[in-house]
């Protein structure tokens, strides 16, 4: 009988905490209507900059290398050679899973969080494995990188940098992470992608970019009404950066100086944003974002070390070219020497056991 009581009154006082979540959120909801009928004015032009934006800038620039990112992602999925074993070992994750990682280096955001969750769902990878992939194999993508950041720059050799920071940080954040996994999955590669089903695909996800964008533009309009605009040039840019990456990095060229519009757009690739934050957690089923979080500002460190002495030597009179030749060298450097730290590691356990 007692037990009965328990199990009722908790019933009871989840149901009322449930409740109160729901006029709680019910109460935010009404406070940004009563503010949109306020001040119309301002909503209007946030969402009329909003669809200017995605007309004149994004759909143009961005959707021909979304249509080409979505092809080569469905051909990448399920990949597995082993030829990227040695890439697997740096990055510690399961055997087979390299391809996860490359989706996610080339699909942008959120298509990395996507396909680790779908794979937990399924039981191809562990919940343990999934939680820590998470943290490094959702990034933002070349069709972003090259269709959006490039036009920030005087020269596109610079949106290459940028992307080899991105990839580098991605590794090193991977190789600097506790835990790695011995078990060895296998993940079955889709049916190829028809054209008209990637263009389908495409034109979805560039509705889904644009209704993003709107929304923060409004809010951002508010922002700029109420306190943005007494900012300097560089922390205004940071803000909208952190809340929504599309608007963010489309006003770039604001900030005067290469080299800090260099080290912040590499910075906000990176974090992603709380905008970009929402889109992960929404198709991050049970694995969650909390260690995802952590990871993004490892790795948001991480490359903001690598960015600096990059400026240096492109204010210092360094060719851009061969900045980027010399940065792109560390990538495979990496994957050789974690392969030759796992032989080595091996060869030394043997050595130990057969002393014993």
């Keep these: 009988m007692k037990m009965d009581v328990l199990s ?3 019933i009871e006082s989840s149901e009322v905490i449930q409740l109160v979540k ?5 109460l935010i909801i009404a406070l940004c209507m009563l503010l949109l009928i306020l001040d119309t004015k301002t909503a209007v032009t946030g969402a009329v900059n909003g669809i200017n934006l995605c007309i004149r800038v994004l759909i143009p620039s961005l959707f ?4 080409i990112s979505i092809l080569l992602t469905d051909l990448l999925s399920g990949t597995s050679s082993v030829i990227l074993r040695p890439l697997g070992r740096l990055l510690k994750i399961p055997v087979g899973s390299e391809s996860i990682f490359l989706v996610g280096m080339i699909g942008g955001y959120p298509v990395g969080a996507q396909i680790i969750s779908q794979s937990a769902e399924k039981g191809i ?3 343990r494995d ?3 992939m998470m943290q490094f194999c959702n990034n933002a993508g070349p069709a ?3 269709g ?3 036009q920030q720059f005087p020269d596109r050799v610079y949106t290459w940098l940028i992307w080899i920071i991105i990839i580098l940080s991605t590794m090193l954040t991977a190789a600097i992470l506790p835990g790695s996994s011995d078990k060895e999955v296998s993940i079955n590669a889709p049916k190829p992608m028809k054209l008209t089903q990637a263009m389908e695909k495409s034109m979805k996800v560039m509705a889904g970019i644009c209704g993003w964008v709107m929304i923060f533009r409004v809010i951002l309009a508010f922002l700029e009404r109420w306190f943005l605009w007494m900012l300097p040039d560089i922390p205004r840019v940071a803000i909208q950066i952190l809340l929504e990456l599309a608007n963010g990095c489309t006003v770039l060229n604001e900030i005067q100086s290469i080299g800090l519009r260099f080290i912040i757009s590499t910075a906000g690739l990176c974090i992603g944003g709380f905008c970009v934050l929402l889109q992960t957690l929404s198709v991050s089923g049970t694995i969650g974002i909390g260690k995802y979080i952590q990871g993004k500002l490892l790795q948001t460190g991480i490359s903001i070390l690598l960015a600096i002495p990059v400026v240096f030597l492109l204010e210092n009179g360094m060719s851009p ?8 060298i560390f990538i495979p450097i990496l994957v050789i020497l974690s392969n030759y730290r796992k032989k080595h590691k091996i060869k030394y356990g043997i050595s130990l056991s057969g002393s014993v």
Excluded: D, Q, W
């Design 144 to 146: 972003f990188l090259f």
């Design 8 to 10: 009722s009154m908790h």
């Design 125 to 127: 990878l562990t919940n």
């Design 321 to 328: 070219f061969i900045t980027a030749g010399i940065a792109t």
């Design 64 to 67: 021909p290398f979304l249509l």
């Design 22 to 26: 729901r006029m709680y959120k019910a």
């Design 130 to 132: 999934a939680e820590r």
């Design 148 to 150: 959006v950041i490039s």
